[in-house]
């Protein structure tokens, strides 16, 4: 898939899905989306990756069916106004006010990449080997979906009488909602594989308080050793919170090199190298 058409994909994708409502299944959307671009050679990992934010936007929603169906999320109409021809007053439709969306997540990867530099790293007086954000990676052989984080600092964190440096390799998981953050915590739990510190992040609300969801979230974090991150604003550093701290792990090193060699950029990989020469 042409990163650089990859807007252009998903408008079409979500043009494929009838306009009414009705569900289709994604194999009948993805064949619609192959026959739409037949010079692009798509995998069904491209499929998902450009499904997953017209979901999380609100555009599209997930159901059942053979091979799982997908269907759009109908815009609220708004009320009529005005008088009809025959001189009566109209029949007022009720609405309900449609919900202030939330931002989509590729939205939050720059914002939040900057925010770790400036605050994280700085905060845990950390040596930056590579800050990257590793959502998108096209047709790249990864492993599979959920061996992709959002983004992934690889650092050196060194301590004033411990002896020794620790090398680490850092991910987060991005999520725009509190909805769709519960199926964070199981892509944040499967990069335990290759990371030895892992975090999901998603915006703060005060209706968290008594929420069922966020305690399940929560928990489940713990239950995974993952850390939790919340924020008000993503751009400020300021407004984040840590609700449950990253357990660090013994991840096995071929794996963790693996990991650095299929998604971590030329540039990342030489400052590797040479950090240890």
Known sequence: MNPERRNDYKEKLYELVPEDGRPVSNKEVRARLADAFPEENFIQDDYWDLRRPLIEDGRLAM?????????????????????????????????TPQAQQPPSEASLYEPFQKAIQTGYVQQNNLETLACEIT?????????????RPDLTLIVIQTFVYYPGKNFEVITFELKPSIETALAGVYEAAAH???????????????EYED?????????????????????KDV????SYSFEVSAGRRDADAETVDDFIKDQISEKGKENIQRRFK
């Open 235 to 238: 751009n400020d550093w300021d």
């Open 135 to 147: 959502a998108f990676q096209g047709r790249r052989n990864t492993g599979g979906l959920y061996t």
């Open 192 to 206: 335990s594989a290759f990371a030895h510190r892992s975090y999901l992040a998603f915006p703060d609300s005060d």
């Open 211 to 231: 929420s069922p969801l966020f305690d399940r979230i929560r928990d489940e974090c713990e239950r995974f050793e993952l850390g939790l991150i919340l924020f």
């Open 63 to 95: 159901g059942r069916g053979y091979s799982g169906t997908v269907r759009r999320v109908p815009s609220v109409v708004p009320l009529t106004t005005g008088t009809a021809p025959d001189g009566n007053a109209p029949t007022v439709l009720q609405t």
